[in-house]
């Protein structure tokens, strides 16, 4: 019978449009389709069915208390084209404005900073948690209201099932809250319910869907995987404290916990954590979402981050366990219907809202622009479809390198001495590897095009040389018996743009103005979770017996006079039994902020080793260890060939794999020996200081 409508067929004047789905998908469609209806001269009716919509008795609709089954971040590239189509956010729907992602590596974590005139934010979509102050207002109610504004209306109902009608055109049988059953007629049908139209239920046991393959026979749902969401309270001082505007993307979990993909996202009070994995395959949810949540919060990484949060008790406020497109539909149109967002897939683990957008315009256009026949919609449409099918084979592929690397220690330190040396030594438009991982973790960039640039040459050769000086740090460890064991390993360089604010920062509190262009310098900077007074107590351990940093083997650094944190102490290293010695002595101290020492004239001139500890926007505090000097030249001949050789030999690098342990372990140290409360943040009216390490990439 369906072989009769083959011809052409458009929307004219008076033609009805059905959207089953009021969630971003079809509130997209709704606004495009509209737009795009106007530009064409043609008057058509938009009905949106919804069937968690109600009518305030003023007239204002309203999403009843709900889940929407998302972590809620909105993209730079979303955001961008929400501005440029007239969506702009409205504030209180924003809850966190990101200027960090952090993508975890079982060896370091990589800082990614949003770039200058990009805006990454989070928002919550529906209106759980329940105690929100702000509840009813989500990203799905905005959009929804965007529609009505362009002048869609809304019906509150469930689309139970569609079919054709002789002349071809489609039908859909909806319960309402008067009616069980009644049935709407229209001249183009956009399937817009997203995959979990019954949460919990996969698309194969829905009845919608079941109806939709009836009458669209070569149609195939989007493959699904089952994730777990649920939302932490811990508090804003807490998030504040611990993830200050910053996302975090995990991909790897544990022994007992196999994850796959973790994204860590504050808003506010709250905290989303969505995890997909084996561990969340094999699950019988929602039943043990509890023992899950704990499980979580007791991974050794996980603990890291989020310190201090019980896993008997957490403070989990509500949770779902929706399931998540990984592979488009198959089929998705038809004469007169078409599958969008979710229901015809979504981008793998990223960005699913950009995707619903994207499509949404696009089949809007398509209608418009081309007709609402099958042909049509593959000539308008097709595109888009092809797209979405090309990311996720590439997303798969990406994903698939990225969480081999991110999952082993070796790989994942040789991916972060990659990164950090192109931080050290090249300007940040010069980042080959840096610029593709933020194309990763923000969505930014299309799959295929991250593959590429991922075996791109100059990304190869970061890589490359990121190994061969991960052999030299791993040799020189084994030679001064450097150990990590349970020492946290963090990022402690500090980009090439930012030393020279930094050199002045830490000079100016103690009055000195340090060498512009030393022959040997090396900073280094972290954030530490601890008071001013527990770093610096730390500090004055240097030359301790008892200290954990700088215990080095054939090295030994010991006080051999004064007392710990006051001028005129001296600091011996000495090596071993031979006749060689150098001392540092500590001319300046400022308690809890400053230690300068300068270095005895044996091996170097104008020596200095520095300490500073300045506040940080989240009520941290961040330490930069500096050290610099100029070799001896000697005088002439023979001296001055031998120190000409003693120059070329000298390992700086050393400096970077010792000092970058001595800093992990003073932060270590001071965090778990502070008794002092945080210090609160500063005031929102405080000016913005300069970005911290952990800020300055």
Request: net charge positive; glycine share 8%; hydrophobic share 40%.
């Amino acid at each position: 019978m369906r072989e009769r409508f083959r011809e052409k067929q458009v929307l004219e004047d008076g033609s009805r449009v059905c959207v089953v789905g009021g969630g971003p998908a079809g509130a997209f469609f709704a606004v495009h389709l509209l737009r795009e209806a106007r530009r064409a001269g043609r008057d058509i009716a938009v009905t949106i069915i919804e069937k968690k919509a109600q009518r305030h008795p003023a007239g204002r609709p309203w999403l009843r208390k709900g889940c929407n089954h998302c972590a809620g971040g909105i993209s730079p590239r979303l955001y961008d084209l929400l501005r440029e189509s007239g969506l702009d956010l409205p504030r209180e729907l924003i809850q966190e404005d990101f200027t960090h992602i952090w993508i975890h590596g079982l060896w370091k974590n990589f800082p990614l900073r949003v770039p200058p005139g990009q805006r990454m934010t989070a928002v919550f979509r529906g209106s759980l948690p329940g105690d929100r102050p702000d509840g009813r207002v989500g990203f799905d109610h905005f959009l929804l209201k965007s529609a009505l504004a362009e002048g869609a209306t809304l019906l509150t109902g469930e689309v139970l099932g569609v079919r054709y009608l002789p002349s071809g055109k489609p039908v859909l049988t909806v319960k309402t809250p008067r009616t069980e059953s009644e049935e709407i007629a229209a001249d183009f049908v956009a399937v817009a319910v997203g995959i979990n139209s019954r949460p919990g239920r996969p698309l194969a046991a829905d009845r919608l869907f079941r109806s939709i393959r009836e009458v669209m026979p070569r149609f195939s749902p989007p493959g699904a995987r089952r994730t777990l969401v649920f939302e932490l309270k811990p508090g804003r001082e807490y998030l504040r404290k611990y993830m200050d505007r910053e996302i975090y993307f995990i991909e790897s979990g544990g022994k007992n916990l196999p994850l796959e993909h973790i994204a860590l996202v504050p808003k506010g009070e709250y905290l989303t954590v969505a995890l997909v994995g084996r561990s969340i395959d094999r699950a019988d949810l929602p039943r043990d979402t509890r023992k899950l949540v704990a499980a979580f919060l007791s991974l050794p990484h996980i603990r890291t981050i989020l310190p201090h949060l019980s896993s008997d008790a957490p403070p989990v406020a509500c949770a779902c366990s929706p399931f998540m497109a990984v592979r488009p539909a198959k089929s998705p149109v038809a004469d007169r219907i078409a599958m969008v967002g979710d229901a015809l897939g979504a981008r793998l683990y990223k960005d699913g809202l950009y995707a619903a957008y994207v499509t949404a315009r696009a089949l809007a256009r398509a209608v418009v622009r081309e007709g609402v026949d099958e042909g049509s919609l593959q000539r308008g449409y097709g595109p888009v479809m092809t797209w979405l099918e090309t990311d996720t084979r590439y997303g798969r592929l990406v994903f698939g390198l990225i969480r081999t690397a991110f999952a082993s220690p070796l790989l994942s330190r040789v991916l972060y001495q990659a990164f950090a040396t192109e931080m050290k030594f090249r300007e940040k438009e010069r980042w080959r590897l840096g610029d593709v991982l933020w194309k990763i973790g923000s969505g930014t960039a299309d799959y295929r095009d991250v593959f590429v640039e991922l075996l791109s040459f100059p990304v190869i050769r970061s890589v490359a040389v990121g190994a061969l000086k991960t052999v030299r740090n791993l040799l020189t460890e084994l030679a001064f018996g450097i150990r990590w064991a349970d020492i946290g390993r963090y990022p402690t360089v500090i980009i090439k743009e930012k030393r020279g604010y930094f050199k002045k920062s830490i000079a100016a509190p103690l009055g000195v103005t340090l060498d512009a262009a030393p022959e040997m310098e090396r900073m280094y900077a972290i954030k530490i979770r601890a008071s001013a007074r527990a770093v610096f107590a730390e500090l004055k351990k240097f030359g301790d017996p008892n200290r954990r940093f700088l215990n080095l083997r054939f090295v030994q650094v010991r006080r051999i006079s004064g007392s710990p944190g006051q001028a005129g102490t001296v600091i011996r290293y000495s090596l071993g039994r031979l006749p060689l010695a150098m001392d540092v002595r500590l001319v300046r101290a400022i308690p809890d902020k400053a230690l300068l020492y300068e270095v005895q004239e044996v091996f170097s001139d104008r020596g200095r080793l520095l300490f500073d500890i300045a506040p940080t926007k989240d009520g941290n505090n961040r330490l930069v260890i500096y050290t610099a000097f100029d070799f001896k030249k000697g005088r002439g001949g023979a001296s001055g060939i031998l120190w000409r050789v003693f120059r070329g030999l000298f390992p700086a690098y050393a400096h970077d794999v010792v000092w970058n342990h001595a800093i992990c372990c003073i932060k270590d140290e001071a965090e778990r020996n502070d008794g002092s409360p945080p210090s609160p943040p500063p005031d929102e009216t405080d000016p913005p200081r300069t970005p911290g390490p952990d800020q300055a990439v």
